[in-house]
Structure formats: C-alpha cells, structure tokens
C-alpha cells in the first residue's frame, strides 16, 4: 500500500508540474474582464496583423505607450505552442491557431489582474526567386524548315509580357493570314514561336537595246575630217541635240545646220557637220622709225641728253624739253615739239643756253641771352636761357613765373627779338613779394601754403646724338595742381615729328617735356656732266623723265634718354636763390617792426 500510495503522489505531484507549467500560459478573455496586451515589432502595422490574427478589425486602446486590445466575445489563448483565437461569428464559436514557428511570441508577464502581456509579430516566409523562361521567335519559309532570318530569343520572368513585330525580309513577305505581331505571356517554361513567310517573284526588266550615233567634222568636197568624231551610246528611244563644233580657220558651209537632234533606235547612226575653209586676208608690213631728240648747249658741241622713240609709221608723239640745272631754252626755242613717224630715221635738237647763278647770300646767326634779374641788384634770381637763330628770323620770349617773385612794375611779361648780326641781351626784372608772417610761400584766405613747381620744355632734333637743339628751352613756373598747354613752334627746315600740344599739370615736383622735330631733307636735281651725252638707259620708247631719289624722312624715335637731356626733376638753384632771397627780406621786415614796437 505505501509503495502505491509513493506512485499515486508521485503522479499527482508530476501532474501539479505539469499543469503549473502550461496554465499560467493559457488565458481565456472574456468581455471586458480580462485584456490582452499585445506588443508588436516595429516592422508591422498593428491593424493588419490583427485583421490576420482575427479576421476582422479590433478596438484598440493604447495606455502607457501600449496597444491593449478589448472586444467582446473574443477569446485569446497563448501557451507555449502558439496563439489560439476563439471568436464567434453568427453564433458559431470560430477557432483559429497560429502556431509558434510562424510568430514571434514573447511573453512580458502577468500584471496580475489575471491578464498577461505577449509580443508578438508574424514570421513572413522568405520570398521566392522569380522564374523565368525565354521565348524563341523564329521566321521561317512556309512549306520548308529553312529560316530565313535569325532567330529572336527573349528571357523575362515569369507572368510578364512582351509584344513581337514580324521582321521585314527582302524577297518574302508574310504568309496569308500570318500575323504581322505576336504578344506573349511568359510561363515557367520555355516556349517557341513562328511566323511563316512565303517567296516574293520580282518581274523580270525588259532587255534596254542601244546604239550609237557618230559625228563627223569634215571639209567639204573632200573626205578629210578636220576635227576628230564625236560618238555618243544612249538607250533606244533617247533623245539628244549635238551643236557643230568651232574650228579654227573653218565655217560651216552655207545652209548647213549649227545643230542636229538625234532620236535613237535599234541600229548606229552617222551625222556630219560639212564646213568651209577661210582665206584669211595678208597683214600688211609695218615700217617703224626712229625718231633721236637731242638736248644740246647752243654754239657748241656739248649734248647734255639725248633719247630715241622707235614706234610705227604714222603715230604721233609729242616731246617737252628737259631742265637741265644750269641751263635754259635758247630764247627762240619751242618748249616742245610734235613729230609724225615716216619710213625713214629723224632727230630733232632742242637748243640750250647756260645760266649764271647769283651767288647765295652766306647765312648769319646771332645769339640772344635773356636774364631773370632782381631789380636794383646785380642778382640773378633764374637762369638766363640763350637762343641762336639765323639773321632775320624773329622770336618771342615770355618771363618765367619765379616763386617768390614778380615782375617789377611796369615791366612787359615777354619779348619779341629780332636776330641781326649782332648778339643781343635782355633782361626780365623782378622785384621779391612781400609775404607777412607764416609761411613764406603766398596761400591763400585760408593760410595754407601754396607750393610751385617748374616745367622745362626742350626743342631738339630727334635722332641726334649729342642731343642738337634747336633753340633754348623754356622753364614754365606754376602753382601745384594748375595744368597748362604747351604748343610746339614753328622751325624754319624741320618739320615737327611729336603732338603739336602737350598739356602738364604741375605737381610738388618739377618735370621736362621734349618736341622733337626732323629735319627737312631736299632732294637734288640730276647732275648732268657738261661737254658729254647723259650716259642714261635709251629705250625704244625714250626717256621722258628725269628720276628723282625719292626724300628719306627718319622715323619718330623715343625721347633720348635722361642723361642727354638736361634735368629739371629735382629742386631748381634758382628756387634756393628765391628761398634765401625771401627770407633775407623776411627778416629785415621783423627787425623794423620790432624796432618800431621800441
């Protein structure tokens, strides 16, 4: 009895177990006594696994961030094996179980008010790789196995379609009733379409017959072809127009046609242009003649020029006479004369007598200084500038602007000179202004200082080295800032090569400026050797003109460079003269006013 009383605890004790391990796991959920807490994963929509899991739509509750489902007449059991569903549908209690290899169950606990919390998603199977198949289209001669194209082939997966032309094939067309497209759903199996075409029979094209048509160019009265033939091959029933050649020395002959239209038939064909030869009239002979001008020293033998004109009989040329630099026309000589060519050689002498020329006066230059002198002393407050110029020329200087200084009362701002054989002076007298107080540089109402600067402007030759000048320069004194233009003079035999103004503003610094001028090169007469004829080129059609060496002008050239001009860039000595000057009087104007506070 005890051992079977031990066996009987033992299997209720096993059952206990069991049935403590199982219970807890399943949970029937009746109206609204008990709720399920379901918890899904992230990669699923709530509403659709429920419509899954139930087969239809559940009221949902979200508390505390969870879905919580309430319904009635559903019943909800979970254990270890998977989720049993038990809802009623016209009365009729519908069991549907979900088992736990195709969900993800997760059981969160109890909350102890006799419902427990599960999570739960359903395990979608691993899809399957699509299928495919391939359609082969083939185009073949009806009636035959042979293809008469390659075959298509098409590979697509399963379920998809596809829409196939018929190919245009030379020498067939399709078979009656032989779809021109076909359209295929692929399968899971391979498949193979034809479309069947039957021979196309060209018509044979008529045989083309031509001919020949040869054209001849020949003499008439002889058999002698005085051009080579022409042939032309057309086809049967062709049309062409051939025009008679042009031959020298040939013409047709009267009423033959300058043209002929050929039909071609079956057989060749000949045509010939019958021409007449020409009797071309004899040139006449032409006689020339030469006609000898001779340029020549009147009772002597001397022949400054002779030319020859060789032309035919019966034109005309009318001869001028030459001047010859030391000669003119006899006093009864024509200046030209008129000849008619004959058959026979001519010469004609124009007559010629010397000229004395009066001897050139010699040319005389003479210098003139000019000086910038403080009056009533013997101070020089600028330099003196100079100018040479030929006898009679006439030149016009103005006074320079001296800072510190003015013009003495009375005095006229310029000079005109005029060069004789003497050397001349002049001098431009200044008198020192009078500046009270601070600074010793005139300003204005404002008593700012008011700073000047001077300008030198050069005239030379361009190209020369030394550097040559046509005459002295020129200093412009003015208040920085002011501007000024310059115009270039007139030199008698140069001609100017630069602008003919140059404008300058006058800054704190002084600056040049150069014009630069070419000199003017005359050409010389041809010098004839006395006592002999001119050893010149004498053609057929005579030399009618003396040449003359065409006038070399140099090109402008650059400025020369700093050290062949004179520079005036920095601070002038006449500026230190003026300064010390200024203050000299600045100072005995102090001493006075002091002494008369005394």
Known sequence: MKSILRKTISLFLITLIIVACFLPNIIFAKGKETSVHVFFTTSYEVDSVFLELTGRSLEMNKQGGHWMVKDDGIDVGVNLLGVTVNFLVNDEIISQFYPASKLNITPEGSDGEGSINIRMGVIEPEPEEPTQSTLTVKYMLDGTGTEIASADTYTQEEGSTITINAKQINGYTLKSGQSSSYTYTFEDSDFEYIFWYVAVEEPEEPEVTQSTLTVKYMLDGTGTEIASADTYTQDEGSILTVNAKEIEGYELKSGQSSSYTHTFGDTDAEYTFWYLAIEEPEEPEITQSTLTVKYMVDGTGTVLYTETFTQDEGTSIEIT???????????????????????????????????????????????????????????????????????????????????????????????????????????????????????????????????????????????????????????????????LTITAPEFAGYVLRSQGTYIHTFTLEDATYTFFYDKIVEAEAPQVPLGGAFEGPIGSEGNTEIEVPEQQVPLAEPTPPLNKIPQTGGVAPEIFYAAGLSLISLGSILNKRRSNRK
């Open 321 to 483: 006479a030459k001047a010859f630099e030391g000669y003119e026309l006899k006093e009864d000589q024509a200046g030209s004369y008129q000849y008619t060519f004959g058959d026979s050689d001519f010469e004609y002498i124009f007559w010629y007598v010397a000229v004395e020329e009066p001897e050139e006066p010699e040319v005389t230059q003479s210098t003139l200084t000019v000086k910038y002198m403080l009056d009533g002393t013997g101070t020089e407050i600028a330099s003196a500038d100079t100018y040479t110029q030929e006898e009679g020329s006439t030149i016009t200087i103005n006074a320079k602007q001296i800072n510190g200084y003015t013009l003495k009362s009375g005095q006229s701002s310029s000079y005109t000179h005029t060069f004789d054989s003497e050397n001349g002076e002049y001098i431009f007298w200044y008198v020192a202004v009078e500046t009270p107080g601070e600074p010793l540089s005139p300003g204005g109402s404002t008593g700012e200082p008011v700073y000047y600067s001077n300008l030198t402007v050069y005239y030379a030759l361009a190209g020369s080295d030394p550097v040559e000048y046509l005459r002295g320069p020129d200093v412009f004194n003015r208040r920085s800032g002011t501007s």
